[in-house]
């Protein structure tokens, strides 16, 4: 399974930019990158996915590092709605098959 | 849009009762996923279906987990016997491709 590295937790201040990290240094080229978060007490919500550009939509910016080792979800103005765990998420050979980890916890303070 | 439903929201039962969870799926989505989460390990994928079809259960814990789609609107994830151990949220998702859109889960609790 590719894996991916995260930091445990992270706090960020309400209407301020926020960058979530995660480190995949063994993905392969054929590897998508997806973001997943979880609020409180429901199902994971999709954020964002790609593979090489980075991309952006109406909820985030996914920036993704040149080798493809790293990527950084960006959050422009963090509400208190966006505190949650948030997933970064490989997937390799069959697209479907997500594997979670134990993500990012990001709380957001007014 | 009416979203993943899944049913019951909680369950609680003695331990060596059958358990079914149901799901059902937006209306056109031809994956279908069934997921289980605890402190202990986390989000895990158990079993996906295409076109009613089961494509991967290699992370179905054990025989006593079973999980059917009889048609494109209605799934079920059934354990028999439950044990303490299956005590989780369990979460059912659909796509027809990406993204997947999860349900609210169910929170089982085997006593």
């Known amino acids: 399974d590719a894996k991916t590295t995260q930091p445990n937790s992270m706090e960020s201040n309400e209407e301020e930019p926020v960058h979530l990290p995660c480190n995949h240094s063994?993905?392969?080229?054929?590897?998508?990158i997806h973001w997943y978060r979880q609020l409180p007490s429901q199902g994971p919500e999709y954020v964002i996915h790609?593979?090489?550009s980075n991309v952006n939509n109406r909820m985030a910016s996914l920036a993704i590092a040149e080798d493809r080792k790293s990527s950084t979800l960006i959050l422009h103005r963090a509400t208190l709605r966006d505190a949650a765990v948030y997933y970064c998420i490989l997937t390799r050979v069959d697209f479907n098959k997500f594997y979670f980890g134990s993500g990012t916890k990001l709380n957001v303070k007014p | 849009d009416a979203g993943v439903i899944q049913s019951p929201r909680h369950e609680v039962t003695e331990m060596g009762q059958e358990v079914t969870l149901r799901c059902k799926p937006i209306s056109g989505h031809d994956y279908l996923f069934w997921y289980r989460q605890t402190m202990m390990r986390g989000l895990e994928l158990l079993i996906y279906f295409n076109n009613n079809v089961p494509i991967d259960d290699s992370g179905m814990p054990e025989d006593r987990f079973s999980a059917k789609m009889p048609n494109a609107s209605f799934s079920t994830l059934k354990i028999q016997p439950s044990e303490p151990r299956d005590s989780a949220v369990y979460f059912c998702?659909?796509?027809?491709?990406?993204?997947?859109?999860f349900g609210d889960g169910t929170r089982l609790s085997i006593l």
């Open positions: 790609g593979l090489t």
């Open positions: 063994t993905i392969s080229g054929t590897d998508y």
């Open positions: 998702a659909s796509s027809s491709g990406v993204p997947q859109h």
